[in-house]
């Protein structure tokens, strides 16, 4: 059985944990989250997302 999730969901879901379990707080997460918004408006955008493409092409060509 394959699941496709959106890597959003995925980060979400890691920052649901994060505040719930580890005691981060919301405001740290809303930060980082803020800092992610502004940085895909830069210069570097293109190779990010190229690299985020690499890395999940990697992990679904190990599991395939």
Same mark, same amino acid.
């Given at each position: @059985?394959?699941? &496709? !999730?959106? !890597?959003?969901?995925?980060?979400? #879901? #890691?920052?649901?944990?994060?505040?719930? #379990?580890?005691?981060?707080?919301?405001?740290?997460?809303? !930060?980082?989250? !803020? /800092?992610? #918004?502004?940085? $895909?408006?830069? /210069? @570097?955008?293109?190779?990010?997302? $190229?690299?985020?493409? &690499?890395?999940?092409?990697?992990?679904? &060509?190990?599991?395939?």
């Amino acid at each position: @059985m394959t699941v &496709s !999730l959106p !890597l959003v969901v995925v980060l979400g #879901f #890691f920052a649901w944990g994060a505040v719930k #379990f580890l005691g981060v707080r919301t405001w740290i997460v809303v !930060l980082i989250a !803020l /800092f992610g #918004f502004w940085l $895909s408006h830069t /210069f @570097m955008a293109p190779a990010i997302e $190229s690299g985020t493409r &690499s890395g999940v092409d990697v992990i679904n &060509s190990q599991h395939a």
